[in-house]
């Protein structure tokens, strides 16, 4: 009986993980998107390639995930889109950062850099270094 409270306390606390992991992720995503659209224009697939990548794959966005952002940043003028055939009947659709979205990262970027530090200052991130996932402690 006791074993069976246990996987069911495990399995508790693996969904509440994975809700924050997800909380935290969706926080990032549209600056991080905007971050790669500052430095090229990039298609759905690409933006989530090269998120992955660039986080050594702390960071990947399932499958349709980036369309929520990438809409609303759409309808708030942030980016544009257009429209790229492949071949004779498929397309591409790339993103494009215009100026309002370039000041909107640059405000999200700040707003990050002092939630990062009032979170570490306030939960001592630089003597939790134990706790680290091992992908940051190589």
Sequence with gaps: MRY??????????MAMIDNIQENVRRGFTEM???????EKDMYVYQI???L???TDGLFKIKCGS?????????SRKYISERKEFVGDKR???YY?????GLEYYKKLKHECWLAYFGVSKMINLADDIENQPASLTK
Excluded: A, D, T
């Design 32 to 38: 991080l998107i905007l971050k790669l659209l500052s």
């Design 48 to 50: 989530n390639q090269e």
């Design 4 to 13: 069976n409270l246990i996987v069911k306390v495990g399995v508790l606390e």
């Design 96 to 100: 494009h950062l215009l100026p309002e």
């Design 66 to 74: 980036s369309y929520g952002p990438l809409y609303r940043m759409l």
């Design 91 to 93: 397309f591409r659709m």
């Design 52 to 54: 992955e990548k660039r």
